[in-house]
């Protein structure tokens, strides 16, 4: 099958200044990332503020922080499951992640630096830092479309005020085979939303369709990210937004590596629709619910490991 019937994500392109006070702009954009919410709950986005330089020190420090120790990177711990080190699964070989979590705040990025390099390595906290700011300007554009698209604006600050980021950086070794092997099962994400970029030339994300098709991602650009949208944001829009399964599929010899910014409910935080997003035509999807005890059910029960969407069975109405 040649590549123009092979279908892609939808693309729109952030490079223009986006401003809420140049409302066509705006609008026009807004209107797109909607769309595309609804209908695949991912998108890929043209988005030139984060530096191209900022890209590939950040690709640079990665491979030397994937090439510590594996004791040393096991320092890395957290009480959020999954927001640690995470790897040696022998369900998925290939793959290797570690989570920055506050990747906003200097101290607690610096403070991982230490844990990793007691001799330091500022180009780490640096270049951490700088993409977890640059992008969460991204998150906030598409999180502010999605409320004002919803008529719920004025849950903004709330919104905002009630969530944190998370980078998470990902390695995933290559199979040394041209048969495709799995680079991490699918799944659809659990936080707000999550923005990836691949920091290499290696492809391997895929994304399902609503009509059960893979779209494999080939970023169109070195400014492309990948915008998706997780389950608390898709409960919290009673189901207006669409979170959508994921997987990584890896092909010969090389190693891919990629970054992701995670914005997600704070520790403590209830996810709870707000009423205007309920009626007639909208029944209530989730009951409200505590984000930590979600993921604590989810990775420690055998939903992870099953295919299915665990929030219906954790709260689903
Ligand atoms: O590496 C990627 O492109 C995808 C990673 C992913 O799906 C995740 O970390 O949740
Ligand atoms: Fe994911």
């Known amino acids: 099958m040649g590549s123009e019937s092979s279908p892609k994500l939808p693309v729109i392109d952030f490079n223009k200044r986006k401003n809420p006070n140049n409302d066509n702009e705006w609008e026009g954009v807004k209107s797109q990332v909607h769309k595309a919410l609804q209908d695949y709950g991912c998108f890929e986005a043209l988005f030139d503020r984060v530096p191209l330089e900022l ?39 290939l793959y290797e992640s570690l989570g920055i979590n506050d990747a906003c705040i200097s101290h607690k990025v610096e403070t991982l630096e230490k844990t990793l390099w007691p001799q330091g390595n500022p180009s780490f906290s640096k270049s951490i830092q700088s993409f977890a700011e640059q992008v969460s300007e991204l998150d906030e554009i598409v999180r502010k479309m999605i ?55 290696i492809q391997g994300l895929e994304v399902k369709t609503k009509d ?15 915008v998706m949208i997780g389950d608390a944001f898709h409960a919290w829009t009673n189901g207006r937004v669409y979170s959508t399964f994921h997987r990584v599929m890896m092909r010969g010899n090389e190693a891919r590596y990629s970054v992701g910014l995670f914005s997600a409910p704070k520790e403590g935080h209830i996810v709870k629709t707000p009423e205007e997003l309920v009626d007639e035509q909208h029944p209530l999807l989730f009951k409200p619910y505590n984000h930590q005890e979600f993921l604590k059910y989810f990775y420690t029960g055998l939903e992870a490991q099953t295919q299915k969407f665990g929030l219906k069975t954790f709260c689903g109405v």
């Not at 320092?75 to 640690?84: I, Q």
């Not at 995933?172 to 495709?180: D, F, K």
């Open 55 to 93: 890209l590939k020190s950040l690709f640079v420090v990665l491979k030397e922080l994937f090439d510590l120790p594996l004791q040393t990177k096991q320092l890395n711990v957290s009480n959020t499951p999954f927001h640690g080190y995470v790897g040696q699964y022998p369900q998925v070989p």
């Open 147 to 201: 409320l004002e698209s919803l008529g719920v604006e004025k849950y903004m600050e709330e919104h905002m005020s009630s969530s944190s980021y998370t980078v998470r950086v990902m390695r995933y070794e290559g199979p040394q085979t041209e048969e495709a092997k799995l680079g991490i099962t699918s799944h659809t994400d659990k936080n707000i939303i999550t923005i990836l970029h691949q920091l290499n030339e």
């Open 212 to 226: 059960g098709e893979w779209i494999t991602y080939h970023p169109l650009s070195p400014h492309s990210f990948v």
